[in-house]
């Protein structure tokens, strides 16, 4: 039924008959946001106390364990409704926005967060969902529900990322390979592997050999840290893969005043900070952005060398 509706109305339609939800996106009107500019480009910090859930999940596996997993049908609140899509994923109103269009994607089924077979998903949902930027955070990366598969969409004009893409500022193609192309980033702070393509299949195929780089490059066994941001422009696919060192800054784990609560993942890694906290969020310097980015970053240099490799299939 929504799907013909759009997803708009859908939107509509569950801010009419929830409460918490709708009262969530009106005090987005009160969120406050400031700007500093760096080299050619900006990054906005966002002061928003409804993210302090999301900031401050824990998600050892010891708390993950005993609490009830909000993704699954059975927890949820009864007024979320649901937008089928494909057979495995529903598309929810997200209750703790960032954006006043921001959803919440989980797979029916509880199952970890894991992004290794479900790229082509993603590919889907942002030919489906053209005005969005598709998001994946890594179980480690900004995922607030690591046991419970999920992405989020939110809308794409609200990313800098996105927009410094589509003016070429502080980024420029490096290489193509089989339809695709690549492109490098300077100066940026962080350093995603970004790369288009119109071939639903070359990219997946794409994304596959970026993994095994990651795997090797980062020496683990499990899930390379990572966190993903997706869109289609009617034509061509847009990835942007962020490796990532770190989960968290050591601001985090600071006591009183050197403490600044900061959990980045995909929507920090586009460049806005989301800041739960006001005094934080009155204090964060710019020289605190640029220490926080090269903790949780793999650095320039390092993507630089992987995607080299990918280019020369040097694997
Ligand atoms: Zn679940």
């Given at each position: 039924m929504y799907r013909q509706l759009g997803i708009d109305t859908f939107i509509q339609q569950q801010l009419g008959n929830w409460d918490m939800a709708r009262e969530h996106y009106n005090d987005l009107r009160q969120v406050r946001q400031k700007t500093f500019a760096f080299s050619g480009y900006t990054i906005e910090a966002q002061y928003n106390p409804r993210r302090i859930i999301s900031s401050s999940a824990r998600v050892d596996e010891k708390s993950i364990r005993e609490r009830p997993c909000f993704l699954c049908r059975q927890n949820r609140p009864a007024e979320q409704l649901e937008l089928p899509f494909e057979e495995d994923y529903l598309i929810l109103v997200n209750p703790?926005?960032?954006?006043d269009k921001h959803f919440t994607i989980p797979s029916v089924?509880?199952?970890?967060?894991?992004i290794r077979g479900r790229f082509g998903v993603m590919l889907n949902l942002a030919a489906y969902l053209q005005d969005y930027a598709l998001i994946y955070n890594g179980p480690r990366c900004g995922?607030?529900?690591?046991d419970h598969f999920h992405f989020q969409a939110v809308?794409?004009?609200?990313l800098p990322l996105l927009r410094d893409f589509n003016a070429m500022r502080n980024t420029r193609p490096v290489a193509s390979t089989r339809g695709i192309k690549i492109f490098g980033w300077n100066n940026y702070l962080r350093y995603p592997v970004t790369f288009m393509g119109a071939e639903r299949n070359e990219l997946e195929r794409f994304f596959d050999l970026l993994y095994l780089v990651l795997l090797r490059e980062m020496n683990t066994?499990?899930?390379?840290m990572m966190n993903i941001l997706t869109c289609y422009t009617g034509e061509d696919w847009v990835v942007h893969v962020f490796p990532r060192k770190?989960?968290?800054?050591s601001q985090y784990f600071?006591?009183?005043?050197?403490q600044i609560l900061l959990s980045p993942a995909s929507i920090d890694m586009s460049g806005i900070l989301i800041m739960p906290r006001e005094n934080d969020f009155d204090n964060i310097t710019a020289n605190d952005i640029k220490d926080i980015y090269n903790q949780v970053v793999l650095d320039c240099r390092m993507v630089n060398r992987m995607i080299s490799q990918l280019v020369n299939q040097d694997l």
């Amino acid at each position: 039924m929504y799907r013909q509706l759009g997803i708009d109305t859908f939107i509509q339609q569950q801010l009419g008959n929830w409460d918490m939800a709708r009262e969530h996106y009106n005090d987005l009107r009160q969120v406050r946001q400031k700007t500093f500019a760096f080299s050619g480009y900006t990054i906005e910090a966002q002061y928003n106390p409804r993210r302090i859930i999301s900031s401050s999940a824990r998600v050892d596996e010891k708390s993950i364990r005993e609490r009830p997993c909000f993704l699954c049908r059975q927890n949820r609140p009864a007024e979320q409704l649901e937008l089928p899509f494909e057979e495995d994923y529903l598309i929810l109103v997200n209750p703790y926005p960032v954006f006043d269009k921001h959803f919440t994607i989980p797979s029916v089924e509880h199952q970890p967060q894991e992004i290794r077979g479900r790229f082509g998903v993603m590919l889907n949902l942002a030919a489906y969902l053209q005005d969005y930027a598709l998001i994946y955070n890594g179980p480690r990366c900004g995922a607030s529900a690591p046991d419970h598969f999920h992405f989020q969409a939110v809308g794409k004009k609200e990313l800098p990322l996105l927009r410094d893409f589509n003016a070429m500022r502080n980024t420029r193609p490096v290489a193509s390979t089989r339809g695709i192309k690549i492109f490098g980033w300077n100066n940026y702070l962080r350093y995603p592997v970004t790369f288009m393509g119109a071939e639903r299949n070359e990219l997946e195929r794409f994304f596959d050999l970026l993994y095994l780089v990651l795997l090797r490059e980062m020496n683990t066994a499990e899930e390379p840290m990572m966190n993903i941001l997706t869109c289609y422009t009617g034509e061509d696919w847009v990835v942007h893969v962020f490796p990532r060192k770190k989960h968290r800054p050591s601001q985090y784990f600071e006591s009183a005043e050197k403490q600044i609560l900061l959990s980045p993942a995909s929507i920090d890694m586009s460049g806005i900070l989301i800041m739960p906290r006001e005094n934080d969020f009155d204090n964060i310097t710019a020289n605190d952005i640029k220490d926080i980015y090269n903790q949780v970053v793999l650095d320039c240099r390092m993507v630089n060398r992987m995607i080299s490799q990918l280019v020369n299939q040097d694997l």
